[in-house]
């Protein structure tokens, strides 16, 4: 466990902030779950119970988590959730649909053992292997999406020897399991960048960012990836075109 001192233009809190938000964001510490107490936070830390205090309450003041009497601080369920509904596309097919030139880089790539979140959402064992994949996409020479992913290998079963610098996910996981893509379920919430975050997409860790939480499944329903798209505020918008029927 992490030891944090105080260091220039990093107050000892702010790294407590940064610690919990890193453990939320790369989904180690699941929506509904409990986080650690303060006790245990101080031990992991080495820091005194204001110090945590300060630093959790930073989160509660973002929406990160929420604070129980008597059963203690949760890790907070995104409230608006919007199923999937038009034709789906990834990132790199709609941006080459729109004529944008972008690079692809691969900046974290290994294979992990699923905790019970990852487990159920890819629909493996827990403590079977996946591939977790990070990349950072860059758009007229700026990064515009940071694109976290927990990768079924079960699935997909050759997938971590692609190269995603150079093929996209979506076509990599239709080559190695030999299904069409079916379906997504995404989630959309307002968070800050965070510290990890913020130096991928070049922008200041407190700096708005919109995180497209998704679960993508294979045309038989299996699920192949669990994961996240970051997309800083000032550089990237969202927009959809509906038909009301009737």
């Given at each position: 466990?992490p030891?944090?001192?105080?260091?220039a233009?990093?107050?000892?809190?702010?790294?407590v902030?940064?610690y919990?938000?890193e453990?939320?964001y790369?989904?180690?510490?699941?929506?509904?779950?409990?986080?650690?107490?303060?006790?245990e936070?101080?031990?992991?830390l080495?820091?005194s119970?204001?110090?945590?205090?300060k630093?959790?309450?930073?989160?509660?003041?973002?929406?990160?988590?929420?604070?129980?009497?008597?059963?203690?601080t949760?890790v907070?369920?995104?409230?608006?959730?919007?199923?999937?509904?038009?034709?789906?596309?990834?990132?790199?097919?709609s941006?080459?649909?729109?004529?944008?030139?972008f690079?692809t880089r691969v900046?974290?790539?290994r294979?992990?053992?699923?905790?019970?979140a990852?487990?159920e959402n890819l629909?493996?064992?827990?403590?079977?292997d996946?591939?977790?994949?990070?990349?950072?996409r860059?758009?007229?020479?700026?990064?515009?999406?940071?694109?976290?992913?927990?990768?079924?290998?079960?699935?997909c079963?050759?997938?971590?020897d692609?190269?995603?610098?150079?093929?996209?996910?979506?076509?990599?996981?239709?080559?190695t399991?030999?299904?069409?893509?079916?379906?997504s379920?995404?989630?959309y919430?307002?968070?800050?960048?965070?510290?990890?975050?913020?130096q991928?997409?070049?922008?200041?860790?407190?700096?708005?960012v919109l995180?497209?939480d998704?679960l993508?499944?294979?045309?038989d329903?299996?699920?192949?990836?669990?994961?996240s798209?970051?997309?800083?505020?000032?550089?990237?918008?969202i927009?959809?075109?509906t038909?009301?029927?009737?």
């Amino acid at each position: 466990m992490p030891k944090l001192e105080k260091r220039a233009g990093s107050l000892l809190y702010v790294q407590v902030s940064d610690y919990v938000r890193e453990k939320i964001y790369s989904k180690e510490w699941g929506v509904d779950a409990p986080i650690p107490s303060e006790h245990e936070l101080m031990s992991m830390l080495g820091l005194s119970r204001g110090t945590v205090q300060k630093g959790i309450r930073k989160l509660v003041d973002e929406g990160l988590l929420v604070q129980q009497r008597g059963r203690g601080t949760f890790v907070t369920q995104p409230l608006i959730a919007r199923p999937s509904s038009n034709r789906l596309l990834s990132f790199a097919e709609s941006m080459s649909a729109q004529g944008i030139e972008f690079e692809t880089r691969v900046v974290e790539e290994r294979v992990g053992r699923a905790n019970l979140a990852c487990a159920e959402n890819l629909g493996i064992e827990e403590g079977e292997d996946y591939l977790y994949l990070a990349r950072v996409r860059y758009a007229y020479h700026h990064p515009v999406m940071f694109i976290e992913s927990h990768l079924n290998l079960r699935a997909c079963p050759g997938i971590e020897d692609a190269d995603f610098s150079r093929e996209g996910l979506f076509a990599a996981a239709e080559r190695t399991s030999g299904q069409a893509i079916g379906r997504s379920e995404m989630v959309y919430s307002a968070r800050t960048a965070g510290k990890r975050r913020g130096q991928w997409l070049e922008c200041d860790e407190g700096a708005p960012v919109l995180d497209l939480d998704q679960l993508v499944r294979l045309a038989d329903g299996t699920p192949f990836e669990w994961g996240s798209v970051w997309l800083p505020a000032n550089r990237c918008v969202i927009s959809n075109e509906t038909v009301r029927e009737g």
